[in-house]
């Protein structure tokens, strides 16, 4: 099955500064990408995803990229701001696939320093 | 109006007992999801549903069974419960695209 591995799982930033979240993958025909924030007794809330034929995609202060060949992905915040404290989390599937449902990273814990 | 919802939000129990989550969607999905969150965050999935076809992750032990009484509900039901079960239970939906998440219930089992 699927395996994605997530680094770090602690990153503190100072506010304004970006923070970057590195995820790779092992099942070469996984092509859906979301990330997932969540917050202190809140269920995990999608930010942005990705699909395997496209290499980058950004939505206003959140960026996601794609490296197929090297199976791993990112996700870049810029201007970091204090709501955006909060665990994220990678996650891989194959779409279309079947219901074995989204297999997630172990999560980063993100803290922007004021 | 809350897209998937899950009750109770709360639920302590001792051990040895039965109990039930419920959860509900309304964004018409066709795919539902159980997933276990432990005390590290791990989020790994439990069961995924459709009306056609359940999905059981092997690990799960067999004391948790998913009940779906139509395409909108899909409840847990979980037997003589043991204190590792301890964990926040998210309920999910999909329909070929993101996944939509609710809000979590948190089970302490005593």
């Known amino acids: 099955g699927e395996n994605v591995e997530q680094h770090p799982s602690t990153l503190s930033v100072q506010e304004g500064d970006s923070a970057v979240i590195k995820c790779t993958y092992s099942?070469?025909?996984?092509?859906?990408f979301p990330w997932y924030k969540q917050e202190l007794g809140k269920g995990p809330q999608l930010i942005i995803d990705i699909r395997s034929n496209v290499g980058e995609k950004k939505d206003q202060r959140i960026a996601v990229t794609l490296n197929k060949t090297a199976k791993h992905f990112s996700l870049h915040i810029t201007e970091t701001q204090p709501e955006d404290s909060a665990v994220y989390f990678c996650a891989a599937i194959i779409s279309g696939g079947g219901a074995d449902g989204l297999t997630f990273g172990k999560g980063t814990h993100l803290i922007i320093q004021p | 109006d809350t897209a998937v919802s899950q009750t109770p939000k709360y639920l302590v129990t001792q051990m040895g007992n039965d109990k039930s989550i419920k959860c509900e969607q309304n964004?018409?999905?066709?795919?539902m999801y159980w997933y276990k969150q432990d005390s590290k965050k791990f989020l790994k999935i439990m069961f995924s549903?459709?009306?056609?076809?359940?999905?059981i992750n092997e690990t799960v032990p067999n004391r948790f069974s998913p009940k779906s009484p139509d395409k909108a509900h899909l409840n847990l039901h979980i037997n003589s419960l043991e204190l590792g079960d301890s964990a926040v239970y998210f309920c999910a939906s999909s329909d070929r695209g993101g996944y939509t998440f609710g809000s979590g219930t948190r089970l302490t089992v005593v």
């Open positions: 549903y459709n009306n056609k076809e359940l999905i």
């Open positions: 099942d070469s025909a996984s092509n859906y």
């Open positions: 964004l018409g999905h066709d795919t």
